[in-house]
């Protein structure tokens, strides 16, 4: 399930933390190579029961990537985690 957080607004009181995100981001991260993917962010978020996560999954490297390599290092890894956070997901799995 997914909350979606209008601007402005609390986040639920069931949304999943940083940490959590965190631990899913590496879980997706399929060639443990520390970069992730498109494909791997997407995998995340489909996990995190996005609707549509291949959209969540540009709109966060769009957001978050700032070298425009088209993957997420280390560097640029809690501005992912900050971006999905305010997203307000609640099912992680």
């Not at 060639?31 to 494909?39: A, G």
């Not at 560097?75 to 609640?90: F, T």
């Amino acid at each position: 399930m997914v909350h979606n957080n209008q601007k402005g607004s609390a986040l639920p009181s069931n949304a999943a933390s940083k940490e959590q995100l965190r631990k899913v981001f590496f879980d997706c991260d399929i060639d443990d190579n520390s970069i992730l993917t498109k494909e791997e962010i997407k995998n995340a978020f489909d996990r995190f029961g996005s609707v549509f996560p291949g959209f969540r999954a540009s709109r966060a490297l769009k957001h978050v990537d700032k070298n425009k390599d088209g993957c997420i290092s280390l560097e640029e890894l809690d501005d992912l985690i900050e971006y999905a956070h305010k997203r307000g997901y609640i099912n992680i799995s």
